[in-house]
């Protein structure tokens, strides 16, 4: 299993660019989340998924978009890229009736 | 909403050393997560707690779940190069199939 892959690994945009950060996972988990992480502020949830067809917004959703069409896929969407939204970006997935989530190993982006 | 405190933010420790660290919170929690992140890598779920007053160990790593339910503890035992990180606490922000709150963190150094 590659467990939960994430693509790109590094990215820069320029503002108002849009562009898709790509989140796959192949252990056939039900629940997938996106969060930001930025220096001293932990973990901070974007938007999630309990299953195909559903998502959710989380703490910090303004500037994003989701859909999943498909268990395995979870693609994350910057519409008009900010600077305020250079950041780490990290998928996780895990099932439905546990908390113990896998992460991937992250986009770095950066808009300039 | 539910937040997590995490104590200390950061700690520079002796190669051999014992570590402690806490995450408290004003609300209970069910669950308590802890998870560990490596530079440049996504965060790695390193012990789960369920039930009140459990006490569950990883290795030279030990974990409890405070009796009050608003509190957990992570002890590292002799300390070596690679437990350099951040270490998170986390929990289901209700009971059911719902996201993670992650606390901000605590970055651990070890000095040689």
């Known amino acids: 299993n590659a467990g939960v892959t994430q693509t790109p690994k590094f990215q820069v945009l320029k503002t108002g660019q849009s562009m898709t950060l790509q989140c796959a996972q192949d252990?056939?988990?039900?629940?997938m989340s996106w969060y930001r992480q930025d220096p001293g502020m932990g973990l901070r949830l974007i938007h999630y998924?309990?299953?195909?067809?559903?998502?959710d917004q989380g703490e910090v959703p303004n500037g994003y978009n989701v859909s999943r069409s498909t268990t395995e896929d979870f693609p994350l969407r910057l519409l008009s890229a900010a600077p305020s939204q250079t950041s780490v970006y990290f998928c996780?997935?895990?099932?439905?009736?546990?908390?113990?989530?896998?992460f991937g190993p992250g986009t770095r982006l950066t808009v300039t | 909403g539910q937040q997590l405190n995490q104590s200390p933010q950061s700690m520079f420790i002796q190669e051999g050393e014992d570590v402690s660290m806490n995450c408290t919170s004003s609300?209970?929690?069910?669950?308590w997560l802890w998870y560990k992140q490596d530079p440049g890598e996504g965060p790695v779920l390193l012990i789960a707690?369920?039930?009140?007053?459990e006490l569950t160990s990883n290795g030279r790593l030990t974990a409890q779940f405070g009796i009050t339910r608003k509190d957990s503890f992570l002890n590292i035992s002799a300390s070596i190069p690679s437990d350099v990180g951040i270490y998170f606490c986390?929990?289901?922000?209700?009971?059911?199939?719902?996201?993670?709150?992650f606390g901000k963190g605590t970055r651990l150094s070890v000095i040689a």
């Open positions: 707690l369920y039930k009140a007053g």
């Open positions: 998924s309990v299953g195909a067809g559903i998502t």
């Open positions: 609300s209970i929690f069910n669950t």
């Open positions: 252990m056939n988990h039900e629940y």
């Open positions: 996780a997935s895990s099932y439905s009736h546990s908390y113990e989530q896998y």
């Open positions: 986390a929990g289901p922000t209700t009971s059911g199939n719902t996201p993670l709150v």
